[in-house]
T-cell receptor, first 118, second 108 residues
């Protein structure tokens, strides 16, 4: 299957600082990538849809000024958690679909980033 | 009503038996259906995808889709301890929505 690489896998930061998470599609182009957040023992919650060359689409209740998404190329999307607080501690996961395989295809996930804000 | 519903479990199945995981969805316009396996602390990995009514088999896994009943299931034959994980059902219409997952435990 297609490979999606996410970095870093784990990060600890101080409250009030910002953290950037990268999501790369390694062997395919992805005009659309998705960012999810997963709290312990809960399912994946879609935060936003990242669109290459345009603004991201945020889900209801997700603060776009706090979770900045940039999708500057067909293989890279970044999520920046600004002014992080302990309640932002979570598992952040990106996913992407291989557009060249058509619309009826599965999404592949990055390895996830465990963010801990202290 | 949740868009994608799963029984949270835990579902305990003896080794070698068949594990049956179920999922219902609310959007009749959904066209793609997926089962992901997620180990604790790890990212989900795709197990099966199914797009049309009926059964789809891949090794020990069989996905079943019934669009009229808005129901999709996953059968795992000859269950192994390594199958113990949380299984996420995902449905796509305009975006991919995940169920809350079913925790499966295979007891030796």
């Amino acid at each position: 299957g297609a490979v999606v690489s996410q970095h870093p896998s784990r990060v600890i930061c101080k409250s009030g600082t910002s953290v950037k998470i990268e999501c790369r599609s390694l062997d395919f182009q992805a005009t659309t990538m998705f960012w999810y957040r997963q709290f312990p023992k809960q399912s994946l919650m879609l935060m936003a849809t990242s669109n290459e060359g345009s603004k991201a689409t945020y889900e209801q209740g997700v603060e776009k000024d706090k979770f900045l998404i940039n999708h500057a190329s067909l293989t890279l999307s970044t999520l920046t958690v600004t002014s992080a607080h302990p309640e932002d501690s979570s598992f952040y996961i990106c996913s992407a679909r291989d557009q060249n395989r058509g619309t009826n295809t599965e999404a592949f996930f990055g390895q996830g980033t465990r963010l801990t804000v202290v | 009503q949740k868009e994608v519903e799963q029984n949270s479990g835990p579902l305990s199945v003896p080794e070698g038996a068949i594990a049956s995981l179920n999922c219902t969805y609310s959007d009749r316009g959904s066209q793609s259906f997926f089962w992901y396996r997620q180990y604790s602390g790890k990212s989900p990995e795709l197990i099966m995808s199914i797009y049309s009514n009926g059964d789809k088999e891949d090794g020990r896994f069989t996905a079943q889709l019934n669009k009229a009943s808005q129901y999709v299931s996953l059968l795992i034959r000859d269950s192994q301890p390594s199958d113990s994980a949380t299984y996420l059902c995902a449905v796509r219409s305009s975006k991919i929505i995940f169920g809350s997952g079913t925790r499966l435990s295979i007891r030796p």
